[in-house]
């Protein structure tokens, strides 16, 4: 997904409100989420990231931490784990 790669890189990130974006990040706290097909919302988030550099790097901190939870290597020992113990 080209959102967690760019959130991997260490970038402050804005989504729409799609159902999979809801259930998977939090407004604020990992991303930047406006409302789909919203351009004043669109413009709102930007104009936000723009001007506030500390909520930007913190967007951009707490996102790369988050998104790499779910690299490959750690998702493939979670499951070497899981498999571990169910056998």
């Given at each position: 997904n080209v959102l967690f790669e760019a959130m991997l890189l260490g970038l402050a990130c804005i989504a729409t409100d799609i159902p999979a974006i809801n259930n998977l990040l939090e407004h604020k706290e990992h991303v930047w989420i406006v409302k789909a097909g919203s351009q004043?919302?669109?413009?709102?988030?930007?104009?936000?990231?723009?001007?506030?550099?500390?909520?930007?790097k913190d967007i951009a901190k707490k996102g790369q931490l988050y998104a790499g939870s779910f690299s490959i290597e750690k998702m493939s020992q979670a499951y070497e784990t899981l498999y571990q113990q169910a056998y």
């Open positions: 004043s919302s669109l413009c709102e988030g930007i104009r936000q990231l723009y001007h506030s550099a500390p909520l930007r």
